[in-house]
């Protein structure tokens, strides 16, 4: 439980470093996703999520 909650606060900490740092960038990036087909969205985010378990189970192994 330790791991996740140390994961969704690193995760908080990116993702809010992106939109203080880019601002215009990250306006510009969501107006795109939501231009996108929820099917596009979806499968994106899947691909996203599997590299992402990639990446964990490597570093974790």
């Given at each position: 439980?330790?791991?996740l909650v140390?994961?969704?606060?690193?995760?908080?900490i990116l993702?809010?470093?992106?939109?203080?740092?880019?601002?215009?960038?990250?306006?510009?990036?969501?107006?795109?996703?939501?231009?996108?087909?929820?099917?596009?969205?979806?499968?994106?985010?899947?691909?996203?999520?599997?590299?992402?378990?990639?990446?964990?189970?490597?570093?974790?192994?």
């Amino acid at each position: 439980m330790y791991d996740l909650v140390t994961a969704f606060g690193l995760m908080l900490i990116l993702e809010g470093l992106l939109y203080a740092i880019f601002p215009a960038f990250m306006r510009k990036a969501m107006a795109q996703i939501l231009a996108l087909a929820d099917n596009q969205v979806r499968i994106t985010a899947l691909i996203t999520a599997f590299i992402g378990l990639v990446v964990v189970w490597a570093v974790r192994g």
